[in-house]
């Protein structure tokens, strides 16, 4: 069993489409939480950095973290097709050190 | 202001060729690392390097040999390639302390025949 499981997708939303992502996780020691996005052929780019439960919000993205059952949620309002991409999570246990664990990435297309 | 660049772009081998990817950042980060990234698996660490002089095994390590040159630089060996290898690679980059923000290369797709 992965450590972070995410639906692949693929995902396709009209333009201005409210969009939901998300991640399981399995190791509860897990304490930060990360969404990178990825454009096609390019490398992964921060979007959004949390610690422990609660919301975040940054413009149209809210980053959502539910520690008790374990759940990850990125939410894309007013969606935009420039927002096309994938979008990865991430978690990172403070006593690894350096080491990221990525779950497997969800491609999104919005269409205008 | 390049970031993290990476060569090649792009690299054919054969079965049992070596070869080595580059990596260097100009951000003056402690932190760096090498990924790779597959369908269906996501992106996997293959070392890390959390300070000059130091190297350490991530997720999938075998069949690589790491180098941390000096700060700026970090290099990912493949010995002996194998079909197996075929794959994107991403090296990354980061200050001490802050391993979620990561600053990623373009990548570098390798095919192995």
């Known amino acids: 069993q992965k450590e972070v499981e995410q639906d692949p997708g693929p995902l396709s939303v009209p333009e201005g489409a409210i969009v939901s992502l998300n991640c399981t996780y399995s190791n509860s020691a897990f304490q930060y939480f990360m969404w990178y996005r990825q454009y096609s052929r390019k490398g992964p780019e921060l979007l959004m950095y949390t610690y422990s439960s609660g919301n975040k919000e940054d413009g149209r993205f809210t980053a959502q973290v539910d520690k008790s059952s374990k759940y990850i949620s990125l939410f894309i309002r007013d969606s935009q097709p420039s927002d096309s991409a994938t979008y990865l999570c991430?978690?990172?246990?403070?006593?690894?050190?350096?080491?990221?664990?990525f779950g497997e990435g969800t491609q999104l297309t919005v269409n205008p | 202001n390049a970031g993290v660049t990476q060569t090649p772009k792009f690299q054919v081998l054969k079965t049992g060729q070596s070869m080595t990817l580059q990596c260097a950042q100009d951000?003056?980060?402690?932190?760096m690392y090498w990924y790779r990234q597959d369908p269906g698996m996501g992106l996997r660490l293959i070392y890390y390097s959390a300070s000059e002089g130091t190297t350490d095994k991530g997720e999938v390590p075998n069949g690589y040999n790491v180098s941390r040159l000096n700060k700026r630089e970090f290099s990912l060996r493949l010995e002996s390639a194998a079909p197996s290898q075929t794959s994107v690679y991403f090296c990354?980059?980061?200050?001490?302390?802050?391993?979620?923000?990561?600053?990623f290369g373009p990548g570098t797709r390798l095919l192995v025949l």
């Open positions: 990354a980059s980061t200050v001490s302390g802050r391993a979620g923000t990561q600053y």
């Open positions: 951000m003056n980060h402690n932190s």
């Open positions: 991430a978690t990172l246990e403070e006593t690894s050190g350096s080491r990221l664990t």
